[in-house]
């Protein structure tokens, strides 16, 4: 676990970076890749159930061109991937392209694979791969897709805040669909 110490200090302008109004870190790093991973779950959770709620009915199957995923499809591939990173983790790689649901299924079946795939990484038991090799495949490829569906939001005309995600309250395990609420968007 990381020893960590926040200072505050005034800011002195609006134009400030986060670091330059005292938010300042110090720290001796002694967590692992596979921390960093669960950690990295827990921000796939926040931003991604910040894309998925309040989304109405229709944008489950907006299409933004005649050959582009549908929100719905993207979300059915999420949970696709958290449950292949899952079988990689164990040492028992299997892929199985899911049948996309409703949303509500969809959004269930990712939360509910970003918390299988934390608790095993929450236990002691070996990983089938370098925690590196999970990163760069199913993570991410997750971390990506978030990304389209915030601009397919957008694009959809029910578009998501921007927001401090330094600021945000993301926390390690805490991988539902229930998240913090934001600190600072704009």
């Not at 790093?29 to 709620?53: C, D, P, Q, V």
């Not at 915030?150 to 998501?160: D, E, F, N, S, V």
Request: charged share 25%; aromatic share 10%; with cysteine.
């Amino acid at each position: 676990m990381a020893h960590t110490r926040w200072l505050s200090l005034r800011a002195k302008s609006r134009n400030e970076t986060i670091l330059e109004r005292g938010y300042k870190l110090m720290t001796v790093e002694t967590n692992s890749a596979r921390e960093l991973i669960r950690h990295t779950l827990a921000t796939l959770a926040y931003r991604g159930g910040k894309t998925m709620r309040g989304a109405d009915a229709d944008f489950a199957e907006f299409r933004a061109g005649e050959n582009t995923r549908t929100p719905l499809e993207i979300l059915a591939h999420l949970g696709d991937l958290m449950e292949w990173a899952l079988s990689i983790a164990k040492g028992k790689e299997k892929w199985k392209k899911a049948d996309s649901g409703t949303w509500d299924r969809e959004v269930a079946r990712f939360f509910s694979s970003l918390q299988a795939f934390d608790n095993y990484l929450a236990t002691t038991e070996p990983l089938g791969c370098p925690a590196q090799q999970l990163f760069q495949s199913a993570i991410a490829d997750a971390l990506t897709h978030v990304g389209q569906l915030a601009m397919l939001r957008g694009l959809a005309g029910i578009p998501i805040r921007g927001e401090n995600y330094f600021l945000a309250d993301i926390v390690t395990g805490k991988v539902g669909a229930e998240q913090s609420a934001p600190h600072f968007e704009f």
